[in-house]
């Protein structure tokens, strides 16, 4: 079970394939389809019973064949159940939880530890506060305001709180989440942040439209550390410095009166701005528009504050029968939260850009905080060794921003790992995983029930991220080394990993060329091998009376990256006992 365990909640053991089950689901699904398709064309119902008949007779057909030539990769399981029956008696003491910023890391926790500590956060906390009212009041309010608000929910509950642990802290933290994915407020929830991404995406296309007429950045926010990535390649002028900074605890800590007084002046901007009477919105887009529209939700300037404000004086969990309320910042886990903290901080940042540019004393800061990125709770600056001597001017001082980097040379924000030398950028990969006390588990495991095909693409997509940001071609083989000796161990073929990359360089030439190598010194480099080669002791078994023949096909291998010593191996492995010095002689040492 530990083993099982170690794979991660995403594993899949194989299972036998259920032909009949199998077939009653085509049967099914296709048997829905023609009766749709009969009600939308208003046709006669047995106008399409010659077309179900033979389509089922060619999965009928198709079927019988897998029988008797379908070979699995990875025959079933027969511990399975035992292991089922085992998690089931487990968990009536233990409690399973992925690993904060490692999710597919399996911690085993006591129950009865577990529900102390969040106890003890809830109970004698300043940010939660004992409530009078019942659950049952609670979601019958919610359920009166959401639906004039056209957000009626579909659960009428209030969400409970759960916690990660935070295994790479020396002594283990905590991070507590609210189950808020099914509660009484997802609707309005889910509609906010559709919303608030118009808005967010009104104040990008403004902020860069002063940004090209008065060169005064007021955004900083970034989407990503490629937008970092390109507009630090895009700086034109030496590297100094970077100063990196993250906030201590920002979504706990954020008060609601602030928050409604910013997000006020700032809904109420936008509409301006828009010239429209109304935002648009479902769970998938938002927009602006001067009139009501079919099937979506159209809020005025008053309801989106209305709702928004409805949502923070709302935020409930309960503890057993016991409900709470959180008086003090934004539950992790609620949908809108990452985007109220985003533009909450960029209120505060607009305003001090536009506070130093209006100063003539100060208009030199400009340009140093032009040169600032954040992303949600971490922030980077280029060039401004003064950011730490203004952070209680920028922001609230109810938010703790601590320094992150030691060295202003060289430091880490998101995956990119920084440095300067000789004002030169220097960019690679970084993963502050790679340096937790505990093997990772991320990457599928080929000995379970997942398709080839898209587990090979898996490898190619971290393969251009590598290339994205990697501007030095031993760092880019650095991470490639590291993730195929990973994948390897994970049931990856060495064949199949060069196949990958042979297709990976040609496919982006455009991001590989910078490093002017060939693919053939790219794989010999930074591809990882196995203790042996599977597909060469393949092919030694069905040749294993005629060794010699094997002499053309190894050397193109070795040609190709394989490595010498590890294909001398594989040989001696299938020719045990054999004398084969001549046809280790004839092939050729790279």
Known sequence: MVNFLRKGPKYRPPSPIRWNECRNIIHDSLETYCKKWIKREKVDKKSLDCFFKSVMKIVDIRIEHF???????????????RIKNKLKEFGKEFV?????????????????????????????????????????????????????????????????????????????????ISSSSNCSTTK???????????????????????????GINYFWSVKNSLEVLDKLHAYVGPFESFQSFDFSTLYTTLPHNLI????????????????????????????????????????????????????????????????????????????????????????????????????????????????TFRYLDDILALNNDDFNTYTSEIYPPELTLNKANTDEQHCSFLDLDISINNGKLNSKIYDKRDDFKFPIVNYPFLDGDVPLSPSYGVYISQLVRFARVCNNVNDFNERNLFITEKLLHQGFRFHKLIKTFTKFYYRYRDIINKYNSTCRLLIRLGISHPIFYGNILYKAKKIFHDPHRLVKPLNRLISKGYSYD????????VFFGKNIDSLVRSLRRI
Request: net charge positive; glycine share 2%.
């Open 67 to 81: 029988k008797q030539h379908f070979h699995p990769q990875n025959k079933p399981k027969n511990h399975i159940s």
């Open 96 to 176: 399973f939880v992925p690993a904060d910023k490692a999710a597919n890391n399996i911690i085993v926790v006591c129950r009865k530890y577990y529900i102390e500590v969040l106890k003890q956060e809830i109970t004698n906390s300043q940010t939660f506060q004992l409530t009078n009212s019942t659950e049952n009041q609670i979601v019958i309010n919610h359920n009166l305001v959401t639906t004039s608000l056209q957000a009626k929910p579909s659960t009428l509950t209030v969400p409970t709180m759960y916690w990660l642990p935070k295994l790479h802290k020396n002594p283990y933290k905590f991070r507590f």
């Open 188 to 214: 309005l929830s889910i509609l906010l942040t559709s919303a608030l991404t118009t808005i967010k995406s009104l104040v990008i296309n403004f902020c860069n439209k002063v940004y090209e007429n008065s």
């Open 260 to 371: 409604k007084m910013k997000f006020n002046y700032l809904i109420k901007w936008a509409f301006k701005k828009s010239g429209c009477e109304y935002i648009c919105c479902n769970s998938f887009r938002s927009f602006f528009c001067g009139t009501k529209q079919k099937n979506y939700v159209n809020w005025t300037c008053f309801d989106f504050i209305t709702a928004l404000e409805f949502l923070l004086d709302n935020i409930f969990v309960r503890f057993g029968k016991t409900v709470y309320r959180q008086i003090i910042g934004i539950p992790m886990g609620t949908n809108c939260a990452p985007l109220i903290a985003d533009l909450f901080l960029y209120c505060y940042e607009s305003q001090f850009m536009a506070k130093i540019s209006k100063d003539p004393s100060q208009q030199h800061m400009v340009q140093k905080f032009n040169n």
């Open 566 to 573: 590890i294909v001398v191996k594989s040989l001696h492995m």
